[in-house]
Protein backbone atom coordinates (compact mmCIF):
# COMPACT_ATOMS: atom_id res chain seq x y z
CA UNK A 1 0.00 0.00 0.00
CA UNK A 2 1.10 3.62 -0.57
CA UNK A 3 1.32 6.07 1.70
CA UNK A 4 -2.07 8.49 1.42
CA UNK A 5 -3.51 5.68 -0.45
CA UNK A 6 -7.44 5.14 0.56
CA UNK A 7 -9.42 1.96 0.45
CA UNK A 8 -12.90 1.33 1.39
CA UNK A 9 -12.27 0.28 4.86
CA UNK A 10 -8.59 2.52 5.53
CA UNK A 11 -6.21 5.36 4.84
CA UNK A 12 -2.96 4.58 4.68
CA UNK A 13 -0.94 7.25 6.10
CA UNK A 14 3.34 7.96 6.11
CA UNK A 15 4.71 8.30 9.62
CA UNK A 16 7.95 10.07 10.68
CA UNK A 17 9.63 6.70 12.55
CA UNK A 18 12.80 7.67 14.72
CA UNK A 19 14.86 5.07 16.44
CA UNK A 20 16.56 5.23 19.17
CA UNK A 21 20.61 4.16 18.19
CA UNK A 22 22.46 2.52 21.46
CA UNK A 23 20.82 -1.18 22.76
CA UNK A 24 18.25 0.23 20.44
CA UNK A 25 19.22 -0.56 16.61
CA UNK A 26 23.09 -1.27 18.05
CA UNK A 27 23.94 -3.70 21.31
CA UNK A 28 26.45 -3.16 23.58
CA UNK A 29 28.27 -5.25 21.78
CA UNK A 30 28.51 -3.02 18.56
CA UNK A 31 26.30 -5.25 16.73
CA UNK A 32 23.47 -4.51 14.70
CA UNK A 33 20.20 -5.56 16.29
CA UNK A 34 18.65 -8.42 13.79
CA UNK A 35 16.67 -7.64 11.08
CA UNK A 36 17.55 -4.02 10.64
CA UNK A 37 18.10 -3.38 7.22
CA UNK A 38 15.47 -5.52 6.58
CA UNK A 39 12.67 -3.43 8.75
CA UNK A 40 14.33 -0.26 6.97
CA UNK A 41 14.04 -1.13 3.29
CA UNK A 42 9.95 -2.04 4.38
CA UNK A 43 9.22 1.14 6.02
CA UNK A 44 10.66 3.14 2.95
CA UNK A 45 8.98 0.97 0.66
CA UNK A 46 5.65 1.56 2.92
CA UNK A 47 6.21 5.00 2.67
CA UNK A 48 7.63 5.94 5.91
CA UNK A 49 10.34 8.27 6.34
CA UNK A 50 13.35 7.10 8.83
CA UNK A 51 15.02 9.39 11.03
CA UNK A 52 18.05 8.61 14.05
CA UNK A 53 18.56 10.38 17.21
CA UNK A 54 19.92 9.37 20.18
CA UNK A 55 20.75 11.30 23.49
CA UNK A 56 24.51 11.28 22.93
CA UNK A 57 24.85 13.43 19.55
CA UNK A 58 24.53 12.52 15.86
CA UNK A 59 25.30 9.25 15.15
CA UNK A 60 25.49 9.09 11.25
CA UNK A 61 28.80 7.65 11.56
CA UNK A 62 27.26 4.66 12.99
CA UNK A 63 24.97 4.53 10.45
CA UNK A 64 27.53 4.46 7.62
CA UNK A 65 29.33 1.77 9.50
CA UNK A 66 26.61 -0.68 9.51
CA UNK A 67 25.88 0.76 5.76
CA UNK A 68 22.19 2.35 6.39
CA UNK A 69 22.91 5.98 6.10
CA UNK A 70 21.50 6.04 2.56
CA UNK A 71 17.30 4.51 4.40
CA UNK A 72 18.05 7.14 6.79
CA UNK A 73 16.36 10.92 6.18
CA UNK A 74 18.21 12.86 8.87
CA UNK A 75 19.66 12.51 12.12
CA UNK A 76 18.92 14.30 15.76
CA UNK A 77 20.07 14.75 19.08
CA UNK A 78 16.98 13.29 20.97
CA UNK A 79 15.47 14.62 24.36
CA UNK A 80 16.54 13.11 27.25
CA UNK A 81 13.79 14.73 29.37
CA UNK A 82 10.63 17.32 29.03
CA UNK A 83 10.61 15.83 25.20
CA UNK A 84 8.19 17.77 23.80
CA UNK A 85 9.58 21.08 24.59
CA UNK A 86 12.86 20.50 24.09
CA UNK A 87 12.40 19.49 20.07
CA UNK A 88 13.19 22.70 18.55
CA UNK A 89 15.66 23.82 21.00
CA UNK A 90 17.80 20.75 19.98
CA UNK A 91 16.90 21.28 16.27
CA UNK A 92 14.71 18.57 15.87
CA UNK A 93 12.36 19.94 12.78
CA UNK A 94 10.35 17.07 12.51
CA UNK A 95 7.15 15.83 14.62
CA UNK A 96 7.81 11.68 15.95
CA UNK A 97 4.96 9.83 14.76
CA UNK A 98 6.69 6.72 16.58
CA UNK A 99 9.76 5.85 18.09
CA UNK A 100 11.57 3.69 18.72
CA UNK A 101 13.78 3.41 21.77
CA UNK A 102 14.94 1.19 25.20
CA UNK A 103 13.92 3.90 27.50
CA UNK A 104 10.32 3.74 28.13
CA UNK A 105 10.34 7.43 29.16
CA UNK A 106 10.92 8.50 25.12
CA UNK A 107 8.20 6.16 24.23
CA UNK A 108 6.05 7.59 27.22
CA UNK A 109 6.24 10.95 25.92
CA UNK A 110 5.53 10.01 22.21
CA UNK A 111 3.87 6.97 20.27
CA UNK A 112 6.07 4.42 19.60
CA UNK A 113 7.52 0.68 21.08
CA UNK A 114 9.83 0.31 24.18
CA UNK A 115 12.09 -2.43 22.89
CA UNK A 116 14.09 -4.69 25.05
CA UNK A 117 17.74 -3.49 25.70
CA UNK A 118 18.93 -6.63 25.03
CA UNK A 119 19.24 -9.16 22.22
CA UNK A 120 19.73 -12.79 21.64
CA UNK A 121 20.52 -14.52 18.36
CA UNK A 122 16.69 -15.44 18.04
CA UNK A 123 15.87 -11.19 18.44
CA UNK A 124 12.86 -10.50 16.29
CA UNK A 125 11.67 -7.43 18.25
CA UNK A 126 11.95 -4.84 15.39
CA UNK A 127 9.79 -7.62 13.78
CA UNK A 128 7.58 -6.17 16.02
CA UNK A 129 7.86 -2.40 15.70
CA UNK A 130 6.92 -3.06 11.99
CA UNK A 131 4.01 -4.93 12.69
CA UNK A 132 3.66 -1.86 14.96
CA UNK A 133 4.36 0.92 12.39
CA UNK A 134 1.99 -0.92 10.28
CA UNK A 135 -0.87 -1.21 12.51
CA UNK A 136 -0.93 2.51 13.37
CA UNK A 137 0.06 3.44 9.62
CA UNK A 138 -4.03 2.48 9.01
CA UNK A 139 -6.39 5.24 10.27
Do not use: Q
Not at 3 to 26: Q, R
Not at 48 to 69: A, C, N, P, Q
Not at 107 to 135: N, Q, S, T
Amino acid sequence: MTPGNTTAEHTYKSLNVFFDVDNTLIMWNGKLRNHTREVFEALIHDGHTIYIWSGVGIRRWDMRRHELDELVEDYFIKPLEDHHAKLEPLGVNVMPDFVIDDHKSVVDAFVGYHIPDEAGPDDEELLKVLAAIRELALT
